[in-house]
């Protein structure tokens, strides 16, 4: 009698386990006696379990994508000390970490000193991607190199190649600290350019785009792999009164509403810069220049300094002013 009692349990929980239902198996006995003590009938009986059974699933798929992305450590927004840094714009920090920019395979540039938060940015919105569903990949600079050339010796380039470029978010860290050798800048180079329109890219670097040559060794590559990197957005660099800042602008902006609106540096790809607005009218705006825009906009300004630079950012219709 209690080996036929026992049979249909049995056969349950090698059914559930077949099905890989590892909540379910677990929680069906707790959940059925909490559905009696309610009065839930067999539809919700089953629904709660439905539900306890994609929680746990989806906390599991974000728990494997953590530990593909290969963080050196895991950190969010909610552990990021926002009054330490009190100008740093955190509503634009927020905003990208809804990770739609992933969605548009835009990239972030995130140029500063050492101690202005640029890696934990960095892993924050990293993290946040994971939790949004995307493949994500970090390393520094220096460390993806040296795998590019390990896998070069190893006959395994292509096959880290496309590792790399099926990567939803790919998160380079550090480019700048280490110079790279010819052969490394040019396997990195490929990285981007393999991945151009492909998926979004986060790249932290203490350099401002004008010295990236120090690192790559070449003017013609660094061109190149800023054009990868920054098409279809404009680098552009906000002459101010303050220290100066780099935003990153999409290229449906107009260079002409943009010079309109501020003293604005083109940064060109081997260091030189162009004044674009020498020779548009003013329009009459206040000491401080703004510049409009779009929402799509992936932007992250990081002073130079140990500081953050105040950037307000004031959500007008469609568009962004930041100021």
């Known amino acids: 009698m ?25 929680e069906y006995e707790k959940v059925a006696r909490e559905s009696a003590a309610e009065g839930i009938d067999h539809t919700r009986y089953l629904l709660r ?5 994609l929680i746990e699933r989806e906390r599991r798929l974000v728990d494997r994508r953590i530990r593909a992305a290969k963080f050196p450590a895991v950190k969010s927004l909610d552990t990021f000390d926002f009054l330490a840094i009190p100008t740093l714009n955190k509503m634009l920090v927020v905003e990208l970490a809804r990770s739609e920019y992933v969605i548009r395979n835009e990239n972030i540039i995130e140029l500063g000193n050492s101690g202005t938060g640029k890696t ?13 569903g995307y493949s994500v990949f970090f390393s520094s600079a220096a460390t993806l190199v040296n795998r590019l050339m390990e896998a070069r010796d190893g006959r395994q380039l292509s096959r880290l ?3 790399l470029t099926a990567v939803r978010l790919l998160i380079i860290d550090e480019l700048g ?15 981007f350019s393999q991945r151009y329109e492909r998926g ?17 060794g070449s003017e013609r590559l ?56 020498r020779n548009l009218p003013p329009i009459g705006l206040s000491r401080k220049p703004i510049l409009e825009v779009p929402i799509a906009v992936v ?14 950012v004031q959500e007008v219709g469609d568009a962004l002013i930041v100021q």
């Open 120 to 132: 934990h940015v960095a892993l924050a919105l990293g993290l946040a991607a994971c939790q949004k």
């Open 222 to 277: 660094t061109g190149a792999l800023l054009d990868r990197l920054t098409h279809p957005i404009d680098p552009v660099d906000v002459d101010v009164a303050q220290p100066a800042i780099d935003v990153v602008v999409p290229d449906r902006v107009s260079h002409h509403a943009a010079c309109r609106a501020a003293h604005v540096h083109v940064a060109k790809a081997a260091g030189a810069a162009s004044d674009v607005g």
């Open 49 to 53: 379990l439905a539900e306890l059974e």
């Open 299 to 312: 932007v992250l300004a990081i002073v130079r300094s140990r500081d953050w630079r105040r950037v307000c």
């Open 2 to 26: 209690t080996k036929s009692a026992d049979r249909p349990q049995v056969l349950l929980t090698h059914h559930l386990k077949a099905l890989k239902l590892p909540t379910f198996l677990a």
């Open 161 to 163: 190649q496309a590792q």
């Open 177 to 191: 600290y280490v110079p790279l050798s010819q052969a490394g800048a040019e396997l990195l180079f490929e990285v």
């Open 200 to 216: 979004a890219t986060i790249v932290t670097s203490n350099l401002p785009f004008e010295e990236w040559t120090s690192v790559l």
